[in-house]
């Protein structure tokens, strides 16, 4: 899970691609597979998530300390895919044209021989899972998660909850509204900070 990214996958054919435990999507096999277009609004325009290349509506993502040279990054092709998202242990629910990122070029994600091979992108931006849920009336862009440290993920798992599964707050809680400074992150105000020794 990555609070500031789209959701996107490892894709067959890769021209760089990190060694994976888990296959690599092959989206060829699919279905329900089909590039988004590139006259796609997500796709024009200065502020779109997507730039149009080839024909193609593409990203390239970079994460972390953006002034280092080497970055983990992702590029590859912006995509819609039917996803199936468990609401139990026993029942499924199928959502038609979601957007995602089938990832052909990654380098520096620290992913090389693990169990990871994608990214659960829950930015506020239109291509993150919570806005495409939202914009369904599947959710209404509320949730709540849990992440265990990156390199506990495989031991414990984080926890992501919707809606009427997030268990009530205590009472008295405080809570900060987010400031609306761009699409894809998530800022509160900071009044104050103080160290004590």
Same mark, same amino acid.
């Given at each position: 899970m990555d609070t500031s990214s789209l959701i996107w996958t490892q894709c067959a054919p890769c021209i760089k691609c990190y060694q994976q435990k888990t296959s690599l999507y092959n989206s060829r096999i699919s279905m329900t597979y089909r590039k988004l277009p590139s006259n796609q609004p997500f796709c024009q325009g200065r502020n779109s998530p997507f730039r149009c290349h080839n024909i193609e509506c593409v990203y390239n993502i970079r994460?972390?300390?953006l002034s280092q040279p080497t970055t983990p990054r992702t590029k590859g092709v912006a995509s819609f895919e039917t996803f199936h998202i468990p609401i139990d242990s026993s029942h499924t629910r199928v959502i038609n044209d979601m957007i995602f990122g089938c990832?052909?070029?990654?380098?520096?994600?620290?992913?090389?021989?693990?169990q990871i091979s994608r990214i659960l992108g829950l930015s506020r931006?239109?291509?993150?899972?919570?806005?495409?849920?939202?914009?369904?009336? @599947?959710?209404?862009?509320?949730?709540?998660?849990c992440l265990v440290p990156f390199h506990d993920e495989l031991k414990r798992p984080s926890i992501l909850r919707f809606e009427?599964? @997030?268990?009530?707050?205590?009472?008295?809680?405080?809570?900060?509204?987010?400031?609306?400074?761009?699409?894809?992150?998530?800022?509160?105000?900071?009044?104050?900070?103080?160290?004590?020794?």
């Open positions: 994460y972390g300390d990832s052909n070029d990654n380098s520096d994600t620290g992913f090389e021989n693990s931006g239109p291509d993150g899972l919570t806005s495409q849920l939202a914009k369904r009336g @599947i959710i209404q862009n509320r949730f709540s998660y009427d599964n @997030i268990p009530r707050p205590v009472e008295n809680l405080q809570s900060t509204p987010f400031l609306n400074i761009d699409r894809n992150h998530y800022y509160v105000e900071l009044l104050d900070i103080s160290v004590g020794l």
